[in-house]
């Protein structure tokens, strides 16, 4: 199995800037896919980024220009840089994975970590 481990999430006020980081760890033969989802209280989940093994992005409109996202493949980190943050970014952060496992070989599951708040306001 696939465990993901969150951090660098908090509260900041609008214009500031924080930095989440998600690692990854387990059984992994590969990873194709890792980005990033939020869950503000009341919506559904939404994407925000994704970036794939060979460092292709896909953004949210609402994020565009404001948040990078980037992956350090030798150790199975994805890292979303989140500037000019607003407090419509408030959400929970969910970090997944699109992962190959040792013993699946030819199979790609979807891990989650647990969560990680980011709270907007002054």
């Known amino acids: 199995q696939v465990q993901l481990v969150e951090s660098g999430g908090g509260s900041v006020q609008p214009g500031g800037s924080l930095r989440l980081s998600c690692v990854a760890s387990g059984s992994i033969f590969s990873i194709k896919t890792m980005g990033w989802y939020r869950q503000a209280p009341g919506k559904p989940r939404e994407l925000v980024a994704t970036?794939?093994?060979?460092?292709?992005?896909n953004y949210a409109e609402s994020v565009k220009g404001r948040f990078t996202i980037s992956r350090d493949n030798a150790n199975y980190t994805v890292y979303l840089q989140m500037n000019s943050l607003k407090p419509e970014d408030t959400a929970v952060y969910y970090c997944h994975c699109d992962a190959q496992l040792r013993l699946r070989i030819g199979y790609y599951f979807r891990y989650w970590g647990q969560g990680t708040q980011v709270t907007v306001s002054s």
């Open positions: 970036i794939t093994d060979d460092s292709s992005t």
